[in-house]
């Protein structure tokens, strides 16, 4: 499976878009982008989950250009709730496959 | 659905002490996966099962750690016997077969040994 490389940490205040970006430069054709979110003292949990263009749900919007060899994952008006560790993954198609977490990116959100 | 639950919470134990972890996936989730989380190494797979069978145990340190699923509504990880390098947060995580799939973990336990 492709490796991803994601910045480690990034701070941002009450009402910012974040954007984390995560680079996979060998990510297969069967491949897909996973982003998970972890809180400190709880499991990981899905938030996104995409292929290719924008995918967009209630939490967050995750962008995958053309060449599919990076990925944004947006969270818009981020709140102190939103301090996390977010993981970006790439899983392949087809059932039975394990996830690989790398060290995600810390984001810490200030008042 | 109550989610994936684990216990115990929370062990404290002795080091040379077995250690038995439980878990109870999600109803109708046929895929279960622990995993381990420490600062050092981060969030590591030890093993999953597909359909109660174990798949991959390429991630279990070592001889001194087994995981079974005896049937698809329980798991346990067990740790005989247990050292202090194995003090970490251990996951169960479960997952429905399907063609993008998600895995919902559990609250995790976190396991001390002295």
């Known amino acids: 499976l492709a490796k991803t490389t994601q910045p480690i940490s990034m701070d941002s205040y009450e009402g910012q878009e974040v954007n984390i970006t995560c680079s996979h430069n060998?990510?297969?054709?069967?491949?897909?982008i996973t982003w998970y979110q972890q809180f400190p003292s709880q499991g990981p949990r899905f938030i996104i989950q995409?292929?290719?263009t924008k995918v967009t749900n209630e939490v967050a919007s995750l962008f995958i250009p053309a060449d599919r060899k990076s990925s944004t994952l947006s969270l818009p008006r981020v709140s102190l709730s939103d301090t996390a560790v977010y993981y970006c993954?790439?899983?392949?198609?087809?059932?039975?496959?394990?996830?690989?977490f790398g060290t995600g990116t810390q984001l810490k959100v200030e008042l | 659905d109550a989610g994936v639950i684990q216990s115990p919470r929370h062990e404290v134990t002795e080091m040379g002490q077995e250690v038995t972890l439980r878990c109870k996936p999600i109803?109708?989730?046929?895929?279960l996966f622990w995993y381990r989380q420490t600062m050092m190494r981060g969030l590591e797979l030890l093993i999953y099962?597909?359909?109660?069978?174990?798949?991959?145990d390429s991630g279990m340190p070592e001889d001194r750690f087994s995981a079974k699923m005896p049937n698809a509504s329980f798991s346990t990880l067990k740790i005989q016997p247990s050292e202090p390098r194995d003090s970490a947060v251990y996951f169960c995580?479960?997952?429905?077969?399907?063609?993008?799939?998600?895995?919902?973990f559990g609250p995790g336990t976190r396991l001390l040994v002295l």
């Open positions: 995409g292929y290719k």
């Open positions: 099962f597909n359909n109660n069978v174990p798949i991959d």
């Open positions: 060998n990510i297969a054709t069967n491949d897909y």
């Open positions: 995580a479960s997952r429905t077969a399907g063609f993008q799939e998600t895995q919902y």
């Open positions: 109803s109708g989730h046929n895929s």
């Open positions: 993954l790439v899983a392949r198609t087809g059932g039975g496959n394990k996830l690989t």
